[in-house]
């Protein structure tokens, strides 16, 4: 029997933090022999170029005149199912349980139980989705009708449970980095391009809704910066944006600031930054905390969801309540003016990473879980990134 798996994979392909995991997993599965089929509505944006073992199947939406609405989740589930049949995939492994786990549902009916269905819940289905009461009982069956459920921190774990009173079995499987991408950038050059020599950089990377609580990254730099000198730099775009411009002008702050919108080379212009802001109150994981520390980055943010379990505070950086910006500022003080603080700070951060969120051990934990609904053995295969 071949020990390498035929996997389809459906996400939503923007950006976003879900999507770039599912992404990322499936070209580290597929570096490791296993066969990966993409199933959505565009390319995903992290894929890229060609890669051996991958293949992007889109999805066609009908524009039948009698649908007010074009149907894509139909659309989408009768996609899953052609090429689950075309391809004999073995596991149909989706990010977010709405629509993307009730969408395998519908294609598992049609194909059989040969085919396995993996959920994978990343937040917003269930921090947002699950409160709407409408929508509780698409969401509980997707979940209990999944093989297996996977969810990217204790905390989202403990909420899901709580909000749709599951009491199925949910596998722990945090975020990862790829440690080849994410690294210490050399970026003296870029850097001098937004501060003074001398001059410490802020920074805070988003899509500005509200749930970021943007407007707290402008108070805690404005506090930083009356006692060290230092800029702050914007990354990502949203509604919240316009909000954040016009409070900059107010505070007159506007030569401190620069916005740089949607970059692609995350590692690249994170490795800018000494500190990372994130005071959202609600973060599943924070996946931008664990690019920041795999680049040598700590982070200053709040105690929010999965936040605590990805930043050690004290350790990789610090974490205070939401909204309390006097106690971030303070934390941020201290980091830029400790030099063997930040020092030691930034060498956890790198360790952290490896140890705890390596692409390998996290790859490695899908693979059990691919094999474990399958009823086979785990081979021993090579590592995602060797």
């Known amino acids: 029997m071949d020990s390498f798996l035929k996997i389809g994979i459906t996400c939503y392909p923007s950006l976003g ?73 073995d596991v149909l492994h989706v990010h977010y349980a709405v629509p993307h786990a009730v969408c395998a549902f519908l294609a598992k009916q049609m194909v059989g139980d040969k085919l396995k269905i993996v959920t994978t819940l990343h937040g917003t289905d269930i921090t947002v989705l699950a409160q709407d009461e409408s929508l509780k009982d698409l969401i509980r069956l997707a979940i209990n009708e999944s093989d297996a459920v996977t969810s990217v921190s204790r905390d989202l774990m403990r909420e899901t449970r709580e909000v749709l009173d599951i009491t199925r079995d949910i596998d722990l499987t945090y975020n990862f980095v790829d440690e080849r991408v994410y690294y210490p950038r050399e970026c003296c050059d870029c850097k001098a391009d937004f501060a003074d020599p001398g001059e410490k950089v802020l920074m805070h990377i988003s899509n500005f809704r509200p749930v970021k609580r943007v407007s707290d990254v402008v108070d805690v730099f404005e506090m930083v910066n009356r006692k060290v000198p230092s800029k702050l730099l914007f990354v990502g775009e949203g509604p919240d944006l316009p909000k954040i411009q016009w409070k900059i002008k107010e505070m007159g702050l506007e030569d401190r600031v620069h916005f740089l919108g949607k970059q692609d080379d995350i590692a690249q212009v994170i490795s800018m930054a000494d500190i990372l802001l994130l005071p959202s109150e609600k973060e599943s994981f924070g996946l931008v905390a664990l690019e920041a520390m795999a680049c040598g980055v700590p982070t200053v943010g709040s105690i929010a969801g999965g936040i605590p379990e990805l930043v050690a505070h004290g350790e990789t950086g610090f974490l205070a309540p939401i909204g309390d910006t006097r106690l971030m500022a303070d934390y941020c003080i201290s980091l830029l003016t400790d030099d063997e603080l930040t020092s030691r700070v930034r060498e956890a951060c790198l360790q952290r990473a490896k140890t705890e969120f390596s692409s390998d051990i996290i790859t490695a934990a899908y693979e059990a879980i691919y094999y474990r609904v399958l009823n086979r053995k785990l081979p021993r295969l090579k590592p995602a990134c060797g």
Do not use: C, W
Request: charged letters at 20%; a positive charge; proline letters at 4%.
């Open 17 to 89: 933090g879900s999507g770039v995991v599912a992404t990322e997993l499936g070209k580290l599965l597929a570096e490791k022999g296993h066969e990966v089929h993409f199933i959505s509505h565009s390319v995903p944006f992290r894929l890229g170029s060609f890669h051996k073992n991958i293949k992007y199947h889109e999805v066609d939406v009908s524009d039948y005149y009698v649908f007010r609405y074009p149907p894509y989740d139909l659309s989408l589930a009768t996609k899953m199912a052609q090429v689950a049949k075309a391809q004999n995939l």
